[in-house]
C-alpha cells in the first residue's frame, strides 16, 4: 500500500474514532452514582451532589433510593436543611423499609427547620408540571422537582418557576407568612394553543384557556394529599412555546466533532506547507540549477523526485484538509440542531438529561485516493 492510501486510511480512522469517542462518554448511571460517592467519602459534597444530580433520573430501584439517601446526608452536611428534608424524605417513603439512622437524620433536620422555616406545599395545574426552585443557601445547584412538591421556606417572598412541556412557563412569587400561613398554594399554567380553537395538551375548550386537573400537595410525611384543582377558560392572546430546560445542552459530540476537525485542518495546512517548500527546492535544484544543462533530462529528474517527495505530502494535505473540513462542518450543524428541539435539554427532579440528533460521517475514498467524500445523516 503506497503512502497515499496509507493517509487515506489513517484520516477515515480518525474520523471514525472522533465519532465513537463522542458516543462512548455517555456515563454509566451506578458508575457515577460510585464516584459520587467516592467524592463524599473526601467531603467534597458539591461535586459529589452534582454528580448525583446529572444520573439522578436514570438511576432504577435501589440505586435511585440510594441516590435519594445521598443527596440527603450531603446536602445535610453542606447546611441546605430544605434539600435534605426533601431527599431523606424521598428515600424513606420509597425504600419500603426502616432505616434509623436516616429517620433519626430526618428528624433532627425538620426540628431544626421548625424554628425559622414555614412548610408549604406547592400544587401545579397541569399536575404533572415541574417547580424550579432556587436552593436555600447560595449556590450554582439548581433543582427542578416534579409537582406537587412539599418545601420549606423563610418567611418572605420567594421566586419559583413552573414549566411543562405544550404549556406556558410561568414564574410565581410565593409570599410566605410567619405565622398564620395557609400551608399551600396552587400555581396555574396555561397551555399553548394550537391555533384551532382547543388548547393543546388536553386544556378546556377555548382559545388560549387554562387546562384543568387536579391540584395535590404533600403532607407532614412527603406523601401526597388530594385536592382539586379546576381549571378555567377565556380569551387571550396565542402565546409561544417556552421549550422545556433548554439551557445547557450536551455539547461532547458537537466538541469532539470541532476538535478534531480543527486538528486535521491545521494538521492539512502543515503538510501542504511542508509541499509547497519541498516543491520550490526541488525547482531550484534542477530547473534552475547549472548541474542539469538538458531541459528535457532536468524536467524528468524534477517529476520523479516531485512525484516522491512532494505528492505524498500534497495528497495528505487535500484529504487531512477535506476530512476537518467534514468534521467541521458536522460539529457546528450538530450544534445548530441541538439548539432546536431535537437537541434540548430537559430537566427532571434535579437531573439534567439531554437528547442529541445522531450523525454518522461516513468517508469513502476516490479511486485515485486524492481526496475523501462524506455523508453526514441526522
Not at 452534582?50 to 445521598?70: C, I, P
Not at 395557609?182 to 382547543?198: N, P, W
Not at 516543491?279 to 523526485?305: G, I, Q
Request: charged residues 25%; negative net charge; contains cysteine.
Amino acid at each position: 500500500m503506497d503512502v497515499r492510501r496509507w493517509v487515506t486510511v489513517a484520516a477515515v480512522a480518525g474520523v471514525l474514532c472522533a465519532a465513537t469517542e463522542a458516543r462512548a462518554q455517555e456515563a454509566d448511571p451506578e458508575k457515577e452514582l460510585a464516584r459520587g460517592a467516592e467524592l463524599a467519602s473526601q467531603e467534597k459534597f458539591k461535586e459529589a451532589v452534582t454528580v448525583w444530580l446529572q444520573v439522578h433520573k436514570d438511576l432504577k430501584g435501589e440505586a435511585r433510593s440510594k441516590a435519594d439517601k445521598y443527596l440527603g446526608v450531603a446536602f445535610k452536611r453542606m447546611g441546605m436543611l430544605p434539600e435534605s428534608w426533601y431527599y431523606l424524605t424521598l428515600y424513606l417513603d420509597a425504600s419500603g423499609k426502616e432505616d434509623t439512622m436516616a429517620g433519626g437524620l430526618l428528624e433532627e433536620v425538620e426540628a431544626t427547620l421548625k424554628e425559622s422555616f414555614v412548610k408549604v406545599s406547592v400544587a401545579c395545574v397541569p399536575a404533572d408540571a415541574q417547580l424550579v426552585l432556587s436552593t436555600s443557601a447560595p449556590s450554582d445547584i439548581e433543582l427542578a422537582l416534579p409537582c406537587p412538591v412539599g418545601w420549606w421556606f423563610m418567611p418572605g417572598k420567594h421566586r419559583v418557576h413552573a414549566q411543562r412541556p405544550e404549556y406556558v412557563s410561568k414564574d410565581e412569587v410565593i409570599d410566605v407568612r410567619e405565622r398564620g400561613d395557609s400551608g399551600s398554594r396552587e400555581i396555574l399554567l396555561t397551555a399553548i394553543s394550537d391555533g384551532t380553537g382547543g388548547a393543546a395538551g388536553g386544556g378546556v375548550a377555548g382559545y388560549g384557556g387554562t387546562a384543568g386537573g387536579a391540584g395535590t400537595g404533600l403532607d407532614g410525611s412527603g406523601r401526597t394529599a388530594g385536592g382539586d384543582g379546576a381549571g378555567t377558560s377565556g380569551d387571550g392572546p396565542t402565546t409561544v412555546a417556552q421549550p422545556l430546560g433548554t439551557e445547557g445542552p450536551s455539547r461532547t459530540a458537537e466538541w469532539t466533532l470541532i476538535g478534531s476537525g480543527a486538528a486535521m485542518t491545521v494538521a492539512g495546512a502543515i503538510f501542504y506547507g511542508l509541499a509547497y517548500s519541498k516543491n520550490e527546492n526541488l525547482h531550484d535544484k534542477y530547473l534552475d540549477s547549472d548541474d542539469y544543462p538538458d531541459p528535457v533530462e532536468a524536467k524528468a529528474s524534477y517529476d520523479d523526485a516531485r512525484g516522491e517527495q512532494v505528492e505524498p505530502k500534497e495528497t495528505a494535505s487535500y484529504i487531512l484538509l477535506g476530512v476537518g473540513s467534514a468534521a467541521l462542518v458536522a460539529g457546528v450543524v450538530t450544534w445548530v440542531i441541538n439548539d432546536g428541539g431535537t437537541g434540548s435539554t430537559r430537566r427532571d427532579g434535579g437531573i439534567e438529561t439531554s437528547r442529541s440528533s445522531g450523525f454518522l460521517v461516513s468517508p469513502f475514498a476516490t479511486p485515485d485516493a486524492a481526496g475523501a467524500l462524506f455523508s453526514t445523516q441526522w
